[in-house]
Nanobody, 122 residues
Framework: QVQLVESGGGLVQPGGSLRLSCVTSGDTFSSAGMSWLRQGPGKGLEWIAA????????NYADSVKARFTISRDNPKNTLYLDMSSLKPEDTAEYYC???????????????RGPGTQVTVSS
């Protein structure tokens, strides 16, 4: 079974930038669509971005559109999330995931990593 491990979280000031990475195990990464999710304090799990296997298609939640960029490096089995113009409301645990469907705004994913914490605060 594929394993996902996120890194790159931390404390950043409002307006700052951060890059999250997700390294995957196994040999199926290059053929799998990937997503980023997040869960803020006291909030439900939120899907925020997705990318197709060959990077030809990306989609974003309105809450992060034009501020976050999802990308991938298939030879390195790595997924990225570049975040800019960060706001305090972006504070959350961020997860990479695969095999996701979103029903009534709730993501349901086959595999998800343990997460990395992002805190946006001055």
């Amino acid at each position: 079974q594929v394993q996902l491990v996120e890194s790159g979280g931390g404390l950043v000031q409002p307006g700052g930038s951060l890059r999250l990475s997700c390294v995957t195990s196994g040999d199926t990464f290059s053929s799998a669509g990937m997503s980023w999710l997040r869960q803020g304090p006291g909030k439900g799990l939120e899907w925020i971005a997705a990318i197709s296997a060959g990077s030809s298609r990306t989609n974003y939640a309105d809450s992060v559109k034009a501020r976050f960029t999802i990308s991938r490096d298939n030879p390195k089995n790595t997924l990225y999330l570049d975040m800019s113009s960060l706001k305090p409301e972006d504070t959350a645990e961020y997860y990479c995931a695969t095999g996701c469907t979103v029903i009534s705004g709730i993501p349901n994913c086959r595999t998800r990593g343990p997460g990395t914490q992002v805190t946006v605060s001055s």
